[in-house]
């Protein structure tokens, strides 16, 4: 039982989650059929990375106050945790698809080593966390174990939180790659993929670039189902805050809309442009963003040092110097910038879906309005000046980021209209690429304007109490 509670720590699911997105994004990177990389690298690149990833959380753990013991032991588990979400892609590596002399379909059949293959893959994934446990653990130079066990998991889980919210953006980015090379129908069927088991389709770097994009989304949208699950669950087990519980379910229904959503695009839609379904595009497109935006709403919601300011400001104990904007300007304009910037978005998804000029227009002249109010709450968010150092320094480097990211997305967006190519299916890999970073730097500025605006709301709450005398 102790076992038991030991793998579903926070560190554990912490370290483990973040090593399966360094494995998830050096597969899908070495297995790009534009890149062309032989398995004799890509194989030897990937177990580096996971290497070193897990070696990272082994001296993040040491850190924080665990022995070697302790660490090599959870970093162990994690190894396992991620090699466990690491078969949602192994299983391409097991199967082989053949078309039978005088068939018309192909037949996708188990690997005769397929089990001693899965096995070994797991096995792997240990033997790795507890060497990554092990050196980082040696790297390290442990704090005074000062905290409870409880305080020691309330601060993993907010980093998890962090971890979870960092893995939807490959997934975004990968499905901004499908967009922009328009191979959204490359796959006509699912949950299958060409009437096999998506989870057993042979997918290597010799498959077509339009099929292996659109696979891979799909991959990549089951592990973050699989991050949200395990979000619930770490929150449910370790936290009693009643709105990160609810938010965390409501997440995971959003994961699971999202999922059957983007199925919809594809068994709804065609592979004629004229008569494909826009709607379901659309909806699917724009809803990815709103479900990031909510895993960086709950990622702020977990942290320690958000929870104190928010009671502090709430019992209206919190100190600020008279010099600096005041909290409540701050709150006017994020709020004002996020809604701004979610109607940016919309524009941009409804242009990238539709090729539409009234979307491309609307797009270009509200792009003015919303870096205007992003870049007001950026510089307000670096110029409230509150008592406690600690908070000075988050919204400095949030509103920082935000302004430089806000800043570079209106250069992006000049560059994508210059370069990106005003047809749906692109001519160069110049303007997938200028499509691609445009949008993923979009869901950057988002997560940007949501942490300042969950922090605006905190420090100058509308239902602020009067201090107590």
């Not at 891979?216 to 699950?229: D, E, M, N, V, Y």
Request: aromatic residues 8%; charged residues 10%; glycine residues 10%.
């Amino acid at each position: 039982m102790a076992g038991a509670r030991a793998f579903v720590r926070p560190a554990v699911f912490t370290v483990g989650f973040a090593a399966s997105i360094a494995l998830w994004g050096t597969w899908f990177l070495t297995h790009l059929p534009w890149v062309g990389m032989r398995e004799q690298v890509s194989l030897p690149t990937i177990l580096v990375i996971w290497l070193s990833a897990l070696t990272c959380g082994g001296y993040a753990i040491r850190k924080a106050g665990s022995t070697i013991g302790e660490t090599a032991l959870s970093t162990t588990f994690a190894g396992l945790l991620s090699s466990l979400t690491g078969l949602l892609v192994l299983g391409s590596k097991l199967t082989t698809r053949q078309v039978p002399e005088g068939a018309e379909e192909a037949t996708v059949t188990l690997v005769p080593a397929a089990g001693a293959i899965l096995l070994g893959f797991l096995l792997t994934g240990a033997i790795l966390g507890l060497i990554g446990g092990v050196l980082g653990g040696a790297m390290a130079q442990p704090r005074h174990r000062a905290w409870s066990q409880e305080e020691t998991d309330a601060a993993w889980l907010g980093r998890f939180a962090i971890v979870a919210a960092a893995a939807v953006f490959p997934l975004i980015v990968v499905g901004g790659l499908v967009t922009s090379t328009n191979s959204g129908m490359a796959v006509p069927d699912w949950p299958n993929t060409y009437g096999t088991n998506m989870f057993l389709y042979p997918l290597g770097p010799r498959a077509a670039p339009s099929i292996f994009l659109e696979h891979s989304h799909r991959l990549f949208g089951s592990l973050i189902g699989l991050t949200a699950i395990a979000l619930v669950v770490q929150v449910f087990l370790y936290s009693r805050n009643g709105f990160a519980r609810k938010w965390a379910v409501a997440i995971l229904l959003l994961v699971i809309v999202q999922g059957v959503l983007g199925g919809l695009r594809v068994n709804k839609g065609h592979t004629d442009l004229a008569q494909d379904t826009k709607f379901y595009r659309i909806l699917h497109g724009m809803l990815a963003q709103g479900v990031f935006c909510m895993f960086v709403v709950l990622a702020v919601h977990l942290n320690g040092l958000f929870q104190h300011v928010r009671e502090a400001a709430r019992r209206g104990v919190m100190e600020f110097a008279a010099h600096g904007v005041r909290p409540k300007l701050l709150r006017m304009l994020s709020t004002g910038a996020l809604h701004a910037t979610l109607l940016q978005i919309l524009f941009g998804v409804m242009y990238r879906h539709t090729r539409s000029s009234h979307a491309l227009w609307s797009h270009i002249g509200f792009s003015v309005v919303a870096v205007i109010l992003v870049a007001a709450a950026g510089f307000a968010a670096t110029r409230v000046r509150p008592a406690d150092d600690r908070i000075q320094r988050v919204l400095f480097r949030t509103g920082a980021v935000a302004v430089l990211l806000v800043g570079v997305q209106f250069l992006l967006g000049w560059v994508a209209l210059l370069v990106g190519g005003s047809m749906v299916e692109p001519k160069t890999p110049l303007e997938i690429v200028a499509r691609t970073v445009h949008q993923a730097n979009g869901a950057l500025v988002l997560a940007s304007v949501t942490v300042l605006y969950v922090w605006g709301r905190a420090v100058s709450p509308k239902n602020q109490l009067a201090p107590v005398a």
